[in-house]
């Protein structure tokens, strides 16, 4: 399913200090350009970071099941931020800032548009995660037949899956489900595979997905350094992803 494929190894991702900037802002990066956020090329091709006070993210692999020329669809003007407005209930704001249009015409019926990528997620202060919660926040659907939908799943850092779902924004019947809340059993560290997909059938048909979030909660309890390590060392091996991207192939 992956073309774009970076790795950090477990002993570059923990030298990095997670924890330490925290003190100073409340979400940074490493990595990109700008502090605050990443573009989608810095995050999940270049294989960037992004932390809070409580949880860090980087960017594993990206897929563009598309054909650029038709979708224009241009990862740099994609942005990642990190979300930090609720205890212990950090996570990223996708923002495709227009890029993720869909539309017949111009383009030919049935185009579907599609867009995949894999991150990791490890708790560094305020317990392991054990929830997610995905949520589109700016989609516009016109048309009769126009739909669109986010299909979610988590693994833990042995590649095992811990949960699969989707939110969906349908124009013709209403069944829309734009909001998904999943539990799972306490990680330290989890992998989230994102696949995001569009059709257009009819003329007058169009998808416009401008942002959509993904909030991870944590259970308070003590949490050691060595727990942090292992979660960092296990999600930065190439075997458990490579693993995973065969699960996802």
Same mark, same amino acid.
């Given at each position: 399913?992956?073309?774009?494929?970076?790795?950090?190894?477990?002993?570059?991702?923990?030298?990095?200090?997670?924890?330490?900037?925290?003190? !100073?802002?409340?979400? #940074?990066?490493?990595?990109?350009?700008?502090?605050?956020?990443?573009?989608?090329?810095?995050?999940?091709?270049?294989?960037?970071?992004?932390?809070?006070?409580?949880?860090?993210?980087?960017?594993?692999?990206?897929?563009?099941?598309?054909?650029?020329?038709? #979708?224009?669809?241009?990862?740099?003007?994609?942005?990642?931020?990190?979300?930090?407005?609720?205890?212990?209930?950090d996570g990223l704001l996708f923002d495709f800032n227009g890029e993720y249009f869909n539309s017949f015409p111009p383009f030919?019926?049935d185009t579907v548009l599609g867009v995949a990528f894999l991150y990791g997620v490890v708790a560094l202060e305020g317990g392991?995660?054990?929830?997610?919660? #995905?949520?589109? #926040?700016?989609?516009?659907?016109?048309? +009769?037949? &126009?739909?669109?939908?986010?299909?979610?799943?988590? !693994?833990?850092?042995?590649?095992?899956?811990?949960?699969?779902?989707?939110?969906?924004?349908?124009?013709?019947?209403?069944?829309?489900?734009?909001? &998904?809340?999943?539990?799972?059993?306490? +990680?330290?560290?989890?992998?989230?595979?994102?696949?995001?997909?569009?059709?257009?059938?009819?003329?007058?048909?169009?998808?416009?997905?401008?942002?959509?979030? +993904?909030?991870? &909660?944590?259970?308070?309890?003590?949490?050691?350094?060595?727990?942090?390590?292992?979660?960092?060392?296990?999600?930065?091996?190439?075997?458990?992803? &490579?693993?995973?991207?065969?699960?996802?192939?």
């Amino acid at each position: 399913m992956f073309r774009n494929i970076k790795l950090l190894p477990a002993v570059v991702i923990a030298s990095l200090g997670f924890g330490t900037t925290a003190a !100073t802002a409340a979400v #940074t990066t490493i990595g990109c350009a700008d502090p605050t956020f990443c573009t989608f090329t810095e995050f999940f091709i270049d294989g960037a970071i992004i932390e809070t006070d409580t949880l860090a993210f980087f960017g594993l692999a990206s897929d563009f099941e598309n054909d650029p020329i038709i #979708t224009g669809f241009d990862p740099d003007n994609v942005f990642i931020s990190g979300l930090h407005d609720q205890p212990l209930n950090d996570g990223l704001l996708f923002d495709f800032n227009g890029e993720y249009f869909n539309s017949f015409p111009p383009f030919p019926p049935d185009t579907v548009l599609g867009v995949a990528f894999l991150y990791g997620v490890v708790a560094l202060e305020g317990g392991p995660i054990n929830h997610v919660a #995905t949520e589109i #926040t700016d989609l516009t659907l016109t048309g +009769q037949s &126009s739909d669109l939908v986010i299909a979610k799943s988590v !693994t833990d850092t042995n590649s095992d899956e811990l949960l699969a779902s989707q939110v969906v924004g349908e124009s013709e019947n209403g069944d829309s489900q734009l909001a &998904s809340k999943n539990f799972f059993p306490n +990680q330290p560290a989890v992998l989230v595979t994102d696949a995001i997909s569009s059709d257009v059938e009819v003329p007058g048909d169009s998808v416009n997905l401008e942002t959509f979030e +993904q909030r991870f &909660s944590q259970t308070p309890e003590p949490f050691s350094f060595l727990t942090l390590l292992l979660g960092v060392a296990s999600l930065g091996g190439g075997s458990v992803v &490579s693993r995973s991207l065969k699960r996802k192939s």
